[in-house]
Antibody, heavy 121, light 108 residues
Framework: EVQMVESGGGLVQPGGSMRLSCAAS????????MSWVRQAPGKGLEWVAS????????DYVASVKGRFTISRDNAKNSLSLQMSSLRAEDTAVYYC??????????????WGQGTLVTVSS | SYVLTQPPSVSVAPGKTARITCGGN??????VHWYQQKSGQAPLLVIS???DRPSGIPERFSGSNSGNTATLTISSVEAGDEADYYC???????????FGGGTKLTVL
């Protein structure tokens, strides 16, 4: 059974940092792109970042570029999102998702349950 | 960047058919995916590649894509179908994933 379990969320002050983790199981982690998708309270879904199977490529939404870093450890079946210079508008539930990426196409076939990040003083 | 437009809400009586639209410029030239998100839960893929149902998704869920509108159709709607539904495509201009704003389906 494919599973992703996120951890690391919580309350952080504006300008602070936080690291999210996602533990994956039930599939060959190193064979898939992986992504983070977030959802602000009461709002819709927003793609945040993606990373290639071997970690050689990463991509970010413009609003987090330079502040967030996505990484993976294929030996540990683990995905991470290092977030810095956090802003109130980064407050959201952050989902880890398996990314089915092809040529000019991508979708997310499995999602974790999410972890809430609250940026507030 | 590419914009996907969904109606904020759709209401339907049990047993009837619900149609949730996703508008975009020449969206028929893109591949559309649909997600269901029930209250307090993670999104669930219900339609991929315009019309494909993942394993475990009831046949009542179907998708179509033509012109400037993609449509998620749910036939014989049940109370358990009440959820937010999101469409999603690949924006080839920015090379990024794009989501629609979401549609809240209410079962009357």
């Amino acid at each position: 059974e494919v599973q992703m379990v996120e951890s690391g969320g919580g309350l952080v002050q504006p300008g602070g940092s936080m690291r999210l983790s996602c533990a994956a199981s039930g599939f060959t982690f190193s064979s898939y792109w992986m992504s983070w998708v977030r959802q602000a309270p009461g709002k819709g879904l927003e793609w945040v970042a993606s990373i290639k199977e071997d970690g050689s490529e990463t991509d970010y939404v413009a609003s987090v570029k330079g502040r967030f870093t996505i990484s993976r450890d294929n030996a540990k079946n683990s995905l991470s999102l290092q977030m810095s210079s956090l802003r109130a508008e980064d407050t959201a539930v952050y989902y880890c998702a398996r990314d089915r990426r092809g040529s000019r196409v991508a979708h997310f076939d499995y999602w974790g349950q999410g972890t809430l990040v609250t940026v507030s003083s | 960047s590419y914009v996907l437009t969904q109606p904020p809400s759709v209401s339907v009586a049990p047993g009837k058919t619900a149609r949730i639209t996703c508008g975009g410029n020449n969206i028929e030239n893109k591949i559309v995916h649909w997600y269901q998100q029930k209250s307090g839960q993670a999104p669930l893929l219900v339609i991929s590649y315009d019309t494909d149902r993942p394993s475990g998704i009831p046949e009542r869920f179907s998708g179509s894509n033509s012109g400037n509108t993609a449509t998620l159709t749910i036939s014989s709607v049940e109370a358990g179908d009440e959820a937010d539904y999101y469409c999603q495509v690949w924006d080839s201009t920015d090379d990024h994933v794009v989501f629609g704003g979401g549609t809240k389906l209410t079962v009357l």
